[in-house]
């Protein structure tokens, strides 16, 4: 049974940063697609960013620059660092993982998710 375990959330005000880390179990880090989503009330969920199998990313365009995704296999965990946050930043932040190869910004090639992260940012 897969599980990911988000951590690292938090309030922080505009122009600070976050490090969101998430650690699976039943799911090895770097054997496939995994990546970060959020999600606010009543809005469907985002692709925020995604990481394959030979390390190779992918950003939503509202925070290049300001986010980069990683894995540390041998701690089999997965990060997202989120610098210069912004007030429309604010969101539950989900680890995801893809039971395929394919590595898309979109939640349907999505087979697990963590329980989520809140992340809030305050003007």
């Known amino acids: 049974q897969v599980q990911l375990v988000e951590s690292g959330g938090g309030s922080v005000q505009t122009g600070g940063s976050l490090r969101l880390s998430c650690a699976p179990s039943g799911y090895t880090a770097g054997s496939g697609c995994m990546g970060w989503f959020r999600q606010e009330p009543g809005k469907e969920r985002e692709g925020v960013a995604v990481?394959?199998?030979?390390?190779?990313?992918a950003y939503v365009d509202s925070v290049k620059g300001r986010f980069t995704i990683s894995q540390d296999n041998a701690k089999n965990t997965l990060y997202l660092q989120m610098n210069s946050l912004k007030p429309e930043d604010t969101a539950m932040y989900l680890c995801a993982a893809a039971r395929d190869r394919l590595c898309l910004l979109s939640p349907g090639i999505i087979a697990y998710w963590g329980q989520g992260t809140q992340v809030t940012i305050s003007s």
């Open positions: 990481i394959d199998s030979r390390g190779r990313t």
